[in-house]
């Protein structure tokens, strides 16, 4: 029930074409939902998080879509560019002082020139 | 170095040796974890800290052990290293209050143990 899945785990995108990743999360007390970005050699960094009080939430090229009675949620990049090509990872966690993130497994996107 | 910090990036070591890697963070941010990387697996939280000398057990919390005398300092030990422990270890720090509890995260070490 902490599990949060995670889907495709490899994705190529052309480069402007709209790439989505998927998740899926069974714990229903889960209350923030943060994706983030992973370039190779480097450190995981927060790209948008979400909370279950909203169904969409953007920035710039990259949108969450939520739907809290399927219990997933989905980022979404319009207008892909090489430089989105990176691994990333959709979490979530239950909200309180220690706020532990559970990931999930990754996605790896290319983004093709 | 502003920010957050690991040291060594890389190491080899061989089965049953200690080692321990080192993370620090400017922040003075109150918690701070340690998780490591697999693929297939994502990221699993190892231990993680609540403020200075007070820790707790993560997911996968077996062979490892962590202290925290400073805040700005989180060691974790690999007492005995294994095989199964070959993996890249990163370290991340957070602050409290805020809306979104942002984690921040280190470069990362690559341990390979042989």
């Known amino acids: 029930q902490q599990q949060v899945k995670q889907s495709p785990q490899s994705l190529i995108v052309q480069k402007g074409g709209i790439s989505i990743i998927n998740c899926a999360y069974e714990n229903t007390a889960f209350d923030y939902f943060p994706w983030y970005q992973q370039f190779p050699g480097k450190g995981p960094a927060l790209l948008i998080a979400?909370?279950?009080?909203?169904s969409e939430k953007k920035e710039g090229r990259f949108t969450i879509s939520f739907n809290k009675s399927a219990k997933q949620f989905s980022l979404h990049i319009m207008d892909s560019q090489p430089g989105d090509s990176a691994t990333y990872f959709c979490a979530a966690s239950i909200g309180g002082a220690t706020n532990k993130l559970i990931f999930g497994t990754g996605t790896l996107l290319a983004v093709q020139p | 170095d502003a920010g957050i910090t690991q040291s060594p990036r890389y190491k080899i070591t061989e089965t049953g040796r200690q080692v321990t890697l080192m993370c620090h963070q400017t922040?003075?941010?109150?918690?701070m974890f340690w998780y490591r990387q697999d693929l297939g697996h994502g990221l699993r939280l190892i231990y993680y800290s609540a403020a200075a000398d007070i820790t707790d057990k993560g997911e996968v919390p077996d062979g490892y052990v962590v202290s925290r005398s400073k805040t700005e300092n989180f060691p974790l030990t690999l007492e005995s290293a294994t095989r199964s422990q070959t993996s890249v270890y990163f370290c991340?720090?957070?602050?409290?209050?805020?809306?979104?509890?942002?984690?921040?995260f280190g470069p990362g070490t690559r341990l390979t143990v042989l």
């Open positions: 991340a720090s957070r602050t409290t209050g805020g809306s979104y509890n942002e984690q921040f």
């Open positions: 922040w003075s941010h109150s918690y």
């Open positions: 979400i909370r279950p009080d909203v």
